[in-house]
């Protein structure tokens, strides 16, 4: 029994017997995308209530309420939209290299975040200039 436990090396198998199996792209994707959005939500959330406390002078405690939570809303799915869709370029892109080439998980990442890098710059630029 000893023999059979369980290795925890990795989050791609839980049992010595799957060590060959691997999650797919979409678990990888929805776990990783929905994880970065969430944890946007909880940033900008904390981000809108420190802009609430710094912006807002006393009055009832309606206004207060209100106003507090306009802040954390209006940051909080910013934060979260923002990082949600950086990480489904991240996933999305890890995921077409991993498929095409063969080179190690690190090697893998890399190129992911070099992928997502030079997208996002170019995204920008072409945001930033009309005319192109």
């Known amino acids: 029994w000893y023999q059979r436990r369980v290795r925890v090396e990795g989050s791609q198998y839980v049992f010595a017997a799957d060590e060959k199996k691997k999650r797919p792209l979409h678990e990888i994707m929805f776990f990783g995308i929905g994880s970065s959005y969430l944890s ?6 904390v981000w809108g209530a420190i802009e609430h406390q710094q912006t807002f002078e006393s009055s009832s405690k309606l206004l207060r309420r209100n106003h507090c939570l306009n802040s954390i809303t ?3 799915s910013f934060v979260g939209n923002s990082i949600a869709v950086l990480a489904l370029f991240y996933t999305a892109s890890s995921g077409i290299i991993g498929k095409v080439g063969t080179g190690t998980i690190s090697g893998t990442a890399l190129a992911a975040v070099q992928l997502l890098g030079v997208s996002t710059s170019a995204l920008r630029v072409c ?4 005319s192109l």
């Open 74 to 76: 209006k940051r909080g």
């Open 40 to 45: 946007g939500l909880c940033l900008g959330g």
């Open 127 to 130: 945001c930033r200039d009309p």
